[in-house]
T-cell receptor, first 114, second 112 residues
Framework: NAGVTQTPKFQVLKTGQSMTLQCAQD?????MYWYRQDPGMGLRLIYY???????DKGEVPNGYNVSRLNKREFSLRLESAAPSQTSVYFC?????????????FGPGTRLLVL | KNQVEQSPQSLIILEGKNCTLQ??????????LRWYKQDTGRGPVSLTI?????NTKSNGRYTATLDADTKQSSLHITASQLSDSASYIC???????????FGQGTRLTINP
C-alpha cells in the first residue's frame, strides 16, 4: 500500500496563476482532508470531505476550491494564486471523520508563489 | 479560543540522552490528545493517542503522559537516537466541533 500520495512534490507559481494539487489514498478511507502548514504555526484545515460526494470548508478556505473526484481522490485547486498561499500543503485521510480516528498524511506539496 | 501551545520551540540534545516535550491546551470539551512525529520533508505520523481517562501511554522509547485536570501533556523520549530528529506535534480533538487543533510543534535535533 502506498498510503496517501500527493503530486506534485514542489511547485513554483507566479501570482495569478492557477494550479491543482492532487491527492490519492489506497486505504479505502471515507474521509479526506487538505491542510496547510506555515512556519511557526500548527497545521490548519482548508477543506475536508467527510465522505464521497461531500465537501465542507475548514478553518482557512478562502482562495481554494476542492473536488472529491471519487473515494480515492481529493484535489485542491488554487484559481488565482497569491503570495500568501506560499506554504506546504498536506493531504490526509481517515476511515471516518471522528475525533477518535487517526489521520494518515501524505508527504506534502511545497508551493512557492512569486 | 481553543489553543494548543508546545514548548520548547526547539531542542538540541546528544544521542543517548533523554528529553521531555511539553504541550498545554485550552481545548474544551476535550476528546483525545495525539502526538505526531514529522520527519523533515515528510507528513506527520501518529505516535500515540490518549483519551480523557488515560494518564500514560508508551510506544517503544516514547512515553506520553496526560493530566486532563491541568490540561497538560508531555512526550518523553528515552535513550534518544539520531532517527528521533524530527518535529513533534501535539494535536487535541475538540469534541464539540469535531475538529483537530494542532500545536506549532517542537523541533528536536539529536547530535552524535
Amino acid at each position: 500500500n502506498a498510503g496517501v500520495t500527493q503530486t506534485p512534490k514542489f511547485q513554483v507559481l507566479k501570482t495569478g496563476q492557477s494550479m491543482t494539487l492532487q491527492c490519492a489514498q489506497d486505504m479505502n478511507h471515507n474521509s479526506m482532508y487538505w491542510y496547510r502548514q506555515d512556519p511557526g504555526m500548527g497545521l490548519r484545515l482548508i477543506y475536508y470531505s467527510a465522505s464521497e460526494g461531500t465537501t465542507d470548508k475548514g478553518e482557512v478556505p478562502n482562495g481554494y476550491n476542492v473536488s472529491r473526484l471519487n473515494k480515492r481522490e481529493f484535489s485542491l485547486r488554487l484559481e488565482s494564486a497569491a503570495p500568501s498561499q506560499t506554504s506546504v500543503y498536506f493531504c490526509a485521510s481517515s476511515y471516518y471523520r471522528g475525533s477518535g480516528e487517526t489521520q494518515y498524511f501524505g508527504p506534502g506539496t511545497r508551493l512557492l508563489v512569486l | 479560543k481553543n489553543q494548543v501551545e508546545q514548548s520548547p520551540q526547539s531542542l538540541i540534545i546528544l544521542e543517548g540522552k533523554n528529553c521531555t516535550l511539553q504541550c498545554n491546551y485550552t481545548v474544551s470539551p476535550f476528546s483525545n490528545l495525539r502526538w505526531y512525529k514529522q520527519d523533515t520533508g515528510r507528513g506527520p505520523v501518529s505516535l500515540t493517542i490518549m483519551t480523557f481517562s488515560e494518564n500514560t501511554k508508551s510506544n517503544g522509547r516514547y512515553t506520553a503522559t496526560l493530566d486532563a485536570d491541568t490540561k497538560q501533556s508531555s512526550l518523553h523520549i528515552t535513550a534518544s537516537q539520531l532517527s528521533d530528529s524530527a518535529s513533534y506535534i501535539c494535536v487535541v480533538s475538540d469534541w464539540g466541533a469535531q475538529k483537530l487543533v494542532f500545536g506549532q510543534g517542537t523541533r528536536l535535533t539529536i547530535n552524535p
